[in-house]
Each structure stands twice: as structure tokens, then as C-alpha cells.
């Protein structure tokens, strides 16, 4: 059948038939709010190349939870930003963490989704994932410190382990380590496809974790590989992996879709600190109009596949777009 008697216009005359024949939508439940934790009291400091993002202390954490969870947002993953950090980044394995003490005052405070970031390069003094052996990070060492900084977690109250750092084995070293002690409901959602990629510019303002020495391609993913991200992510969801992350998010779609078509567990994305900050910056100048780029970008990654949504957007739509 051929126009005239196909008309694909008629589906599109006004806004109700519109929203009535829409295919993908984005819910506030589809989204998971990033936060900055810092150590010390009295720390709300914009991270200026994140404009409205924040590191915080933890009572000003606490009172952001609040009001999330009043906006109606659900979920949150939490990044620490210590005073000390060390070559073993031992801070993120101590049950005084910074994170360890974020997790225990959110709870206290609010019935949000505590989802937590697994990695040392936040607490490292070199920037690396994992631990240095010959100048070189060394996989299976810093397995087991990523065991110890899973169950940490856990103990302190946490909803959800996410380990970001891109060793090998790593899922089923950390699902072996919270079924041994005890956690064997805490859900493990893998950044199972992270790719070395220049969007995480601003994220390493943000968190001081920049590497000291070379960069991060021996173990985060080479962007011009596609197949490999089905091999990664496979891996991971025999190894135990309960969800599985693309990031970034913006330039690898295909990826998200690749996934989505690929397996039937849920698909998250990570829409990244350097994403966030180009649309921030254009709208800044005038060049966008920032609240529909959000809603199209947002829509975007639904409409690939994804399930999950991590977003520094996920407050601003929260008060821009929730129904």
C-alpha cells in the first residue's frame, strides 16, 4: 500500500494521538541520580566543570536524598571523594568509609535505592583501579580488595553493588564473596561494556581521579570494538552479573541496542559527566534548547533498549517532566 492511501501524517496531526501511538517513554523509575560524597562536614562545593552537580558532605547528601525522594526518583549511586588516599585505596574497603557512612545516614533518612560504585580509583594515590605491581595494574590482586570493598558495602546497608572497574573476574569474585558472607540477595549490576573513553573528563575533576601515570585502555574497552562489548558482557552474566551497564551512553547506542537484542537481563546505561556537561554548556550559550535535548537524549537511550538510566539530568527531569 502506497500514499495516497498511506499517510504516516495522520498519526502525527496533534499531540494526543501523538502521545497515544508514542513507542518509547522515559519514568522517573527508569533513572538513577549519581552523588558526589565527600569527606569532612559543611562541603557543598559545584563542581565547575559540571555545572550543578556538587560534591557534598554527608549531612548535605542526606538532605539532597530528601528532597530526591520527595521529586519521586527512587534510586541513587554513590561516589566517594576521601581526604586520604593511599596505593592500596584502602578507604574503600574500611567500614568507616566515606561511603560506608554515606549508605548507613541515607538509609536512616530516606527508603531510597542505594545502588553503590565498586572501584578503587576514587581512593587510590595513583588514580588506577586496581593495585600496581611492576607498574602495571594487576588483575587478580585487586580482585580481593574488591571483595572486601563489595561486602563493605553490603554490611553498611546497600541496596546494590556495581562494580565499574573493568578486571576480569571480577563479578564472580564479588557474588562469591557477598554469598559468603551472608548477601546473597544484594543484586551485582556490572559496568560489564565500559569503554576508555574521553566523556569521563569532567567525572575525574569531580572525584580527583585522574591516573597519576599512563591511562586506563590495558582495562577499560577500546571504543572501536563492537563485537567485543557482546563478549564482555556475556561474561559477566555467567559469572553472576544481575544487570549489565554500557557506558558511555550518547555515542554508543548501537552498543545499548547490541545488548538490548543480545540478552534478557536489564540493560543500564551510564549518560556520562562529559555528556552531561556539552549539553550543559551549549544551553549555557544559548545554542540549545536544553529541556527538550534532555527529553530527546533520555528517549534516546530508552528507545535503544535501555531499562536503567544513570543520569545527572535525573533531578532536572524529575521537576521538569514528571507526570
Known amino acids: 500500500m502506497e500514499f495516497p492511501i498511506v499517510r504516516g501524517r495522520r498519526l502525527r496531526k496533534n499531540n494526543i494521538i501523538r502521545r497515544m501511538v508514542k513507542e518509547s517513554r522515559v519514568h522517573l523509575d527508569d533513572l538513577v541520580y549519581p552523588l558526589f560524597v565527600a569527606e569532612g562536614e559543611g562541603i557543598k562545593k559545584e563542581i565547575s566543570s559540571m555545572p ?6 554527608i549531612e548535605h547528601i542526606v538532605t539532597e536524598c530528601i528532597e530526591l525522594e520527595k521529586l519521586g526518583l527512587s ?6 571523594v576521601p581526604h586520604e588516599k593511599d596505593e592500596e585505596g584502602s578507604g574503600a574497603y574500611s567500614d568507616d568509609g566515606i561511603i560506608q557512612q554515606a549508605i548507613r545516614a541515607i538509609k536512616e533518612s530516606t527508603d531510597l535505592y542505594v545502588i553503590t560504585d565498586v572501584c578503587l580509583c576514587e581512593y587510590t594515590s595513583h588514580g588506577h583501579c586496581g593495585l600496581i605491581i611492576d607498574g602495571d595494574v594487576d588483575n587478580d590482586s585487586t580482585l580481593e580488595l574488591l571483595q572486601k570493598e563489595a ?4 554490611k553498611a546497608g546497600a541496596d546494590m553493588i556495581a562494580p565499574s572497574d573493568m578486571m576480569d573476574g571480577r563479578v564472580m569474585a564479588i557474588r562469591d564473596a557477598l554469598d559468603g558472607n551472608g548477601f546473597s540477595d544484594i543484586p551485582i549490576m556490572s559496568y560489564a561494556v565500559k569503554y576508555a573513553s574521553s566523556y569521563y573528563g569532567p567525572f575525574r575533576d569531580a572525584a580527583n581521579s585522574t591516573p597519576s601515570f599512563g591511562d586506563r585502555r590495558s582495562y577499560q574497552m577500546d571504543y572501536s570494538n563492537r563485537n567485543e562489548a557482546v563478549r564482555e558482557a556475556n561474561q559477566d552474566i555467567h559469572e553472576g552479573a544481575d544487570i549489565i551497564m554500557v557506558k558511555p551512553a550518547l555515542a554508543y547506542m548501537d552498543i545499548i541496542r547490541d545488548m538490548r537484542n543480545k540478552f534478557d537481563v536489564p540493560i543500564a546505561c551510564y549518560n556520562v559527566s ?8 551549549a544551553a549555557e550559550k544559548g545554542f540549545i534548547d536544553e529541556k527538550k535535548v534532555v527529553l530527546e537524549t533520555l528517549t534516546g537511550f530508552k528507545r535503544a533498549g535501555a531499562d536503567i538510566i544513570i543520569t545527572y539530568f535525573a533531578k532536572q527531569f524529575a521537576k521538569d517532566f514528571a507526570e
Open 75 to 80: 534510586a541513587v549511586i554513590l561516589f566517594g
Open 52 to 57: 550543578g552537580i556538587y560534591n557534598m558532605s
Open 274 to 281: 562529559g555528556e552531561y556537561s556539552m549539553i550543559k554548556v
Open 151 to 154: 561486602v563493605s558495602h553490603a
